[in-house]
C-alpha cells in the first residue's frame, strides 16, 4: 500500500535516506507490458547506456548523500552482460532493493545474488505457455520463466510472484493465482491498467490499448498490496493535484524522497518522463546538483492551464481517478491532457462503490470526517457497539478515510517491511516508501505470533487491516469498541486529524448553554465526575477524550466515542468557548489563567499521543499554541456537591 513518517520536501530541511530508482536497459526480449517502451538490442542508443564505471559512480555519489535503498528494473535489468556485478555491487552497499524481472534470464550465479534481503517480483503473463508466450510474443519464455523459479528456490531466494493483468490472459486470472500460489508464498496483482508507450509509438501504442482491461475489471483488481510494494497507487498519491496552483508537478515533487535515473544517465523524478528539458543528465553533473537544485526547480516548470482546469483540475471525480499528468502526457502528448480510459474507471469505481451492498459498508462520521467501513464479512446492526449508532451516516460527507477488514493474513515472511519505527505492544509500525505497516505483536518479545496486519497511506487516508482466525471471529461475535478493531481507534484518528488542524484531548466536553466546554485531566482528575453533575443540565459529548479541531470561525469541540466510565457520548460538536484544567477540591472556584506561556507548555501533556514523530509533533505544539491563544483558559477547582454548575454558568 501506499506510504510518510515526516513531510519530506526536497529543498531543504532534514530529510530521511534517499531511494534511487535505476533503469539498467531499455533493450527487452519481450513484448510484455514492462517493456511497452522498449528498443531494439545493438541500436544506437544501446551505445549511449550507462558503463558499469558510470553506474559504479552515480550509486557511489548516491550513499554519500544517503541512499540506502535501490529499486532496479528496465526493459529486462538482465540483458545487460554486467548485470550480475551491477545488482551485487547496489545490492552489497544497500539495506534494502527491490527488482523487476521477467525471470527468464536467471541464472545459477544470479540466483545466488539475490538471496540478498530485497524484494524481487517476477513477471508472470499466463498460466499457460499458450498464454504466457502469446504476450511476451517470446517462444519458451514461459518454459525460462519456471526455469528462474526454480533456480531461485534452490538457491533459497525469496522472491514475489507479480501477475501482470491484460485483456488476453483475464480469464487465466483465478489459473494464474493458483499457479503463483504454488511458486511462492507471496504473490501480487500488477497494476491493473496499461499506459502508452513512452515513445509515442503508434504501432505499439495501439496493441496496448487493445490489451487494456474493462474499466469494471480494473475496479475489481485495483486493491491495495498488504507488502506495501504498490508503484502506480504510490504514484497516485504522490501526484494527487492537491493545492498546486495549476504547478502539476509541485505536489508530486514536495513529497519526494526518491529519484529515478535512465538507463543513459538521466536524472528525474519519475521513471515516466522521457522530456529531455525535466531530465538531469548525470554524464555532465553530479547527483547532488541533480537532487537538491535540478529537480526542485521541476516544482513550477510545468502548469496546467486552462486545459487542466476545466478538466481534471476541476472534476468531482478527481479523488477516485488514478489520473496523473505523466499518464495525460503519455495518452496525448500534454501533461494537462485528461486521459478518457481512466475518467471511465474512475465513473465505474464510484458507481461500484455507490452500488456496493449496505452489508458490507458503514459510514461513520467524526469531527467532520467520514470513516467508511468496509469488510469482507456483512456488518451488521450489532457488529460495533451501539454507541456508534450516533455517529453512522447514510453517505458520506467530502472528507473521507476509508478502512477495508480482511480476513486472511498475508504471509510476511522474508518481506522487506521497510524501516521499523516504533516497537511496543501490541504494535511494531513500519515505514516503507509512502506506506504505514503496523504488525500486531505479543507483548512476550519470544513470541512471534502476529494476530493483525494493517497496512495504511502515507497519509492515513485508506488502509487495509488484515486479521487472522482470531480477529474474524470477534468480528463475528460483535459488539466491537473500535471500528478500525485495534485497541482504540485513536491510534488512527490522532494522525488524521493532526493533518487536518485536529487533535485528542484527554478531557470530558460539554455543551452548556451553547458553549463548548472543556474539562481537561488525566485519568482521576474527575471527568466521568464532572460529566454526571452536569448532566441534564448540558449535552455530554464524551466524558474521556474529545476532539479539539479548527474551522473557519474557530476551534470547536467534537464528541467520541471514545468514553470512560459515563456512557453518554454524542456526534455534535460546539464552539470551544473554555478550557478548564480539574482539580478536586472542597469547594467550587474559577481561577483565571493569564499566563499565555503557561498555557502553551500545559496543553500538549493532556494530548493523545499515538506513534510520536517530529513532524506530529510540530504540528500540534502549532495547534496548541495557537489554542493557548485564543480560548480562555481556567482552572477549576470542584467539589462533588453539584454547586460548580453556577460557577459554569459564570463564563
Not at 558499469?52 to 555519489?61: G, H, L, M, V, Y
Not at 528456490?153 to 522472491?159: R, T
Not at 497507487?233 to 526518491?258: M, P, T, Y
Request: glycine share 8%; proline share 5%.
Amino acid at each position: 500500500m501506499q506510504n510518510y513518517c515526516e513531510r519530506i520536501t526536497v529543498h531543504d530541511g532534514p530529510r530521511l535516506p534517499l531511494e534511487g530508482s535505476l533503469d539498467l536497459t531499455y533493450r527487452c526480449n519481450n513484448a510484455c507490458r514492462h517493456c511497452w517502451i522498449s528498443i531494439p538490442a545493438y541500436s544506437p542508443e544501446q551505445k549511449n547506456e550507462l558503463t558499469f564505471d558510470e553506474i559504479i559512480r552515480i550509486a557511489d555519489e548516491a550513499r554519500a548523500m544517503g541512499c540506502r535503498k535501490w529499486a532496479i528494473s528496465g526493459g529486462e535489468p538482465m540483458l545487460r552482460p554486467d548485470f550480475a556485478d551491477v545488482f551485487d555491487y547496489l545490492t552489497r552497499k544497500s539495506v534494502s532493493y527491490s527488482l523487476n524481472t521477467n525471470g527468464t534470464l536467471i541464472t545459477h550465479r544470479i540466483a545466488g545474488l539475490m538471496k540478498k534481503k530485497g524484494t524481487k517480483m517476477l513477471a508472470l503473463y499466463g498460466a499457460t505457455a499458450e498464454v504466457h508466450d502469446h504476450i511476451t510474443r517470446n517462444p519458451g519464455s514461459f518454459e525460462a520463466l519456471m526455469q528462474g523459479f526454480a533456480y531461485l528456490k534452490e538457491a533459497g531466494a525469496g522472491f514475489i510472484v507479480q501477475i501482470i493483468p491484460m485483456k488476453h490472459n483475464f480469464p487465466q486470472m483465478n489459473n494464474m493465482i493458483r499457479l503463483a500460489e504454488s511458486l511462492s508464498p507471496h504473490y501480487r496483482i500488477g497494476a491493473s491498467w496499461l499506459y502508452l508507450s513512452a515513445y509515442g509509438d503508434e504501432e505499439r501504442n495501439r496493441e496496448i490499448l487493445g490489451q487494456r482491461l474493462q474499466p469494471r475489471q480494473v475496479v475489481e483488481l485495483d486493491k491495495p498490496d498488504p507488502s506495501g510494494d504498490e508503484p502506480d497507487k504510490e504514484k497516485k498519491e504522490g501526484c494527487a493535484q492537491r493545492d498546486n496552483d495549476g504547478h502539476l508537478f509541485a505536489s508530486c515533487i514536495a513529497v519526494r524522497r526518491d529519484f529515478h535515473v535512465d538507463p543513459y544517465g538521466r536524472m528525474s523524478f519519475c521513471s515516466l518522463i522521457q522530456d529531455p528539458s525535466l531530465r538531469y543528465d548525470l554524464k555532465k553533473g553530479s547527483l547532488q546538483h541533480g537532487w537538491e537544485v535540478f529537480i526542485p526547480s521541476l516544482a513550477e516548470k510545468v502548469t496546467g492551464g486552462k486545459e487542466y482546469e476545466e478538466n481534471c483540475g476541476s472534476c468531482k471525480l478527481r479523488q477516485e481517478c488514478l489520473w496523473c499528468p505523466v499518464y495525460g502526457c503519455l495518452e496525448h502528448g500534454r501533461f494537462s491532457a485528461k486521459v478518457e480510459y481512466l475518467c471511465s474507471v474512475a465513473r465505474e469505481s464510484k458507481k461500484s462503490r455507490e452500488t456496493s451492498g449496505k452489508e458490507n459498508r458503514r459510514y461513520y462520521q467524526i469531527a467532520g470526517i467520514t470513516i467508511r467501513v468496509e469488510s469482507d464479512l456483512s456488518i451488521t446492526d450489532t457488529t460495533f457497539s451501539p454507541k456508534f449508532k450516533r455517529f453512522e451516516m447514510d453517505r458520506p460527507g467530502e472528507d473521507i478515510i476509508t478502512l477495508r477488514h480482511c480476513f486472511s493474513l498475508p504471509d510476511l515472511r522474508n518481506q522487506d517491511l521497510g524501516v521499523e519505527l516504533y516497537r511496543k505492544a501490541p504494535w511494531a509500525i513500519y515505514r516503507k516508501g509512502n506506506s504505514w505497516i503496523y504488525l500486531g505483536i505479543a507483548p512476550d518479545p519470544e513470541d512471534k505470533h502476529i494476530d493483525m496486519i494493517a497496512v495504511f497511506t502515507r497519509d492515513h487516508s485508506r488502509g487495509m487491516i488484515y486479521h487472522g482466525d482470531r480477529g474474524k471471529a470477534l468480528f463475528e461475535e460483535g459488539n466491537l469498541h473500535s471500528l478500525t478493531l485495534f485497541p482504540t481507534d485513536q491510534i488512527l484518528l490522532a494522525r488524521v486529524l493532526a493533518d487536518r488542524r485536529g487533535c485528542y484531548f484527554h478531557a470530558a466536553g460539554a455543551i452548556f448553554e451553547g458553549k463548548g466546554l472543556l474539562f481537561v485531566g488525566h485519568s482521576d482528575a474527575g471527568k466521568s465526575t464532572m460529566a454526571g453533575m452536569v448532566k441534564g443540565k448540558a449535552e455530554i459529548l464524551c466524558d474521556d477524550r474529545i476532539i479539539v479541531r479548527e474551522g473557519p470561525e474557530g476551534f470547536r469541540i467534537y464528541g467520541t466515542w471514545s468514553n470512560g466510565d459515563f456512557p453518554d457520548v454524542s456526534a455534535n460538536s460546539g464552539p470551544l468557548t473554555a478550557i478548564l484544567f480539574l482539580e478536586q477540591a472542597r469547594h467550587n472556584r474559577l481561577i483565571p489563567i493569564e499566563e499565555k506561556k503557561e498555557l502553551a507548555l500545559k496543553l500538549p501533556a493532556y494530548l493523545i499521543k499515538p506513534l510520536e514523530t517530529r513532524d506530529w509533533w510540530e504540528k500540534m505544539l502549532d495547534l496548541t499554541l495557537k489554542i493557548a491563544g485564543s480560548v480562555p483558559c481556567y482552572v477549576l477547582e470542584f467539589d462533588r456537591s453539584g454547586g460548580v454548575v453556577d460557577l459554569l454558568g459564570e463564563i
